[in-house]
């Protein structure tokens, strides 16, 4: 994020949070266990969230929001994610408005009625029946892996609308106040442990249509934004928290290296010529991966400021790219943690952190080989899986 669009989320919005300080304080925070302990990111950092504008980040202005570009709000996902993987991916869920444009404006306007500062978590496998009834659609069921839900305002769970025993149409997101939800904490993982990311359980919820949207369908909406390949968005917005990750993970090895010796009496590491030669090496594919990153995001971004729709080349060109920067950065803060030497190894050594964070960026769907078989496809002028796209 350059400068001036940074001072503008992190400093107008709230004179009392501050972006900076905040990341120093969840950095802090995140070492002693304390968002890891309880398995999500407690609530006083969510509203802290809220007030340096992550949430209303890409809200549109004429419902007080800030209307930031793909690339800011990545920027400032992948700042906090420097601070705290767990953190950076459950605000990274401030990219909802994308999903939530696919209600009606009316819906919209009632949920932003109270301002844009609204926090939204959803899961929507495995979709689950629903009846269709004169009042709206009942909802019952389970869904896994909600990010953030511990503290969201409203939450969207998956359903199939149907009639009898007849499907109605394609998956939706049925969207409800959070107090109707039940969370079970099943969230224990090796990596991202704090975002929180438990079972939904909804018990007979009515649910008005005009509350629920196909999840991905176009927006009508007129703002630039939501031409933006939602898809694409969803996945640059999570890949992102790798690269803060990896971004991290470099930064503290540069601060190691220069006093830490071997226990066997060795030279420092910064003066042994394979660290030397690693780090630069594992240095220049990070920087190339992240600039790829935001490259192939600025040139859709700048087709879509000219009213022009992206080319399929160059939304896959956006997914492979963040399948490549979601590995590279894995493969970086492995990297760190093996030249840290032993003490690296430890639980709860910052390195085996950013080593258990980025793995666990690199397991979701969105980063999967699949991308790279239907990017290879698209490159041979075959057709990619529906859905890629």
Known sequence: MNGLSMVSISNNLNDDVDLDTLCQEIRERAVTGEFDEQAYVSLDIIDKLKKIGVYRALVPARFGGEE???????????????????????????MSPAYLAGLPEATLAQIYQDGPDVVFAG??????????????????????FSSG???????GVGISPCKGSEAQGL????????????????WDTVGLKATGSHDLIVNDVLV????????????????????????????????????GIAAAALEEFKNLAPGKSSITGGAQIAHRPVTQYEFAKAEAEFLASRAWFYQTMDAVWDVILKGQQPLPEQIS?????????????????????????????????????????????????????ATLLNAGAMSFGLE??????
């Not at 839900?149 to 939450?155: E, F, Q, R, S, T």
């Not at 629920?212 to 927006?219: D, L, Q």
């Not at 909406?221 to 928290?241: D, I």
């Not at 032993?342 to 960026?361: E, H, L």
Request: include cysteine.
């Open 317 to 369: 060109q956006m997914r492979l790219s963040c399948t490549h920067a979601a590995r590279v950065a894995s493969k970086v803060t492995r990297k760190m943690q093996m030249l840290a030497g032993m003490t690296a190894i430890y639980t709860n050594n910052v390195f085996s952190r950013f080593v258990n964070d980025s793995n666990v960026v690199t397991q979701h769907a969105f980063m999967g080989d």
């Open 123 to 144: 899961g929507i496998f495995p979709p689950q029946p629903a009846q269709v009834t004169q009042d709206g659609m009942l909802v019952k069921g389970r869904w896994k």
């Open 149 to 155: 839900c511990m503290g969201a305002d409203i939450i």
């Open 68 to 94: 930031c570009t793909p690339r800011e709000f990545c920027e400032l996902i992948e700042k906090l994610s420097t601070a705290d993987g767990s953190v950076g991916w459950v605000a990274s869920f401030g």
């Open 208 to 243: 008005q249509e005009d509350w629920t949207f196909v999840r991905g369908e176009a927006s009508k909406l007129p703002e630039p934004f939501f031409k933006y390949p939602s898809l694409s968005f969803a996945t640059q917005v999570l890949t992102v928290v790798g690269i």
């Open 384 to 389: 990619p899986t529906p859905g890629y796209l």
């Open 171 to 186: 998956p939706r997101m049925a969207v409800m106040p959070a107090d109707q939800v039940q969370i079970e904490m099943t």
